[in-house]
């Protein structure tokens, strides 16, 4: 499919189908660059590289440069860093990397998607921009189900007042349920609960804002929820309330990404009882196929032939072999 003009499968490194990459909205994305005119970009939490190849692609069109940030890149980030002039790739942590390399026009943010890690991000982004423009920033995550719940890649590199209790292999996430459920999707690095303070991506921004009137931010509430912030009196300030006014929090966006999120539990629940069943079923088989074998059973079946053809009437709950193959479709 094309995606921000580029051919792209924005579902090749996300075999669940969630729709989980940022490429999946890169068609907002790249308009608000060029909207900022922006001529570089950071980008943090790159992984496999989907939305880093539409970057890179902007980039060439746009005079551009992009910087992307991630400590554990897969196979075809690594590739595209090195044969794209227009892309550096750092191998660090956000927090490590962002007081260090040259700030960028516009921050993309799709790392750890907890409350410390953003809240830092968005620090230190702050601070490198002194007596200047906030650089444009865009988030991903912003509605459910990080919205409201950490998730944590390392929950050992968060300090421990930040922490949450974390889901693990108890139980996965439901749109509208606050705890765990069994068949829930499987998020186990992400907060036991949902909700209440210093918990979630969006927290994180709202809290960062609070006491900040001269910024704006917009969610674009599709596919996981794209966040926008920036300045109230930047000089693309217009522009970019023109492009974003219509989505940000736009009811019919909100009923289909509701519908899309509750599409996935649905299917995910209904994997689980499949699962469920054809474990039942294999238990069933194991115990006819023991009874096939059984010798107990082979005199069993012989004595209701017996009392049969003696004339007593047969015992009808006796199960013949016959039966049981038939049962086993052999």
């Known amino acids: 499919m094309t995606i921000a003009g580029l051919d792209l499968d924005p579902y090749l490194n996300d075999p669940e189908r969630r729709g989980a990459s940022m490429a999946q909205i890169a068609d907002v994305i790249v308009p608000c660059l060029d909207a900022a005119a922006a001529r570089s970009v950071i980008e943090i939490g ?21 910087l992307a940030v991630d400590p554990s890149p897969h196979r075809p980030l690594i590739e595209l860093a090195s044969e794209s002039a227009e892309l550096q790739l750092v191998r660090e942590t956000s927090l490590a990397a962002l007081p260090r390399v040259e700030l960028a026009d516009a921050v993309i943010i799709d790392g750890d998607h907890n409350y410390f890690t953003v809240t830092e991000e968005l620090r230190l ?7 200047r423009e906030l650089p444009l920033v865009l988030l991903h995550d912003v509605c459910w189900p990080h919205a409201r719940r950490d998730d944590y ?3 050992e590199r968060i300090p421990e007042e ?11 996430l439901v749109p509208g349920e606050p705890g765990l459920r069994g068949d829930g999707l499987p998020y186990p690095g992400s907060a036991a609960r949902e909700g209440g303070p210093r918990n979630g991506v969006l927290t994180a921004v709202e809290d960062f804002l609070a006491g900040r009137p001269e910024l704006r931010l917009a ?3 599709a596919f996981f929820g794209l966040g926008v912030v920036w300045r109230a009196d930047a000089a693309y300030a217009g522009a970019l309330e023109r492009l974003l006014g219509p989505l940000d929090r736009n009811p019919l966006l909100e ?18 009882e499949l699962e469920a069943e054809q474990g039942r079923r294999a238990r069933h088989e194991a115990v006819l196929e023991r009874m096939l074998e059984s010798r107990a059973f082979t005199i069993a079946e012989r004595l209701s032939v017996l009392r049969m053809r003696a004339g007593i009437a047969p015992d009808q709950s006796v199960v013949s072999k016959e039966e049981i193959r038939r049962a086993l479709d052999r």
Do not use: K, Y
């Open 46 to 66: 790159a992984l496999a590289g989907d939305l880093t190849r539409v970057l890179v692609d902007w980039a060439v069109r746009s005079g551009a440069r992009v």
């Open 125 to 131: 982004i702050e601070v490198r921009a002194p007596g």
């Open 153 to 155: 890649f390392a929950v």
């Open 162 to 172: 930040f922490r949450h209790p974390v889901a693990g292999s108890a139980g996965g």
């Open 219 to 221: 969610v674009v509430p």
């Open 255 to 272: 009923r289909l990404e509701a519908n899309r999120v509750e599409q996935l539990a649905v299917s995910r629940a209904a994997a689980v």
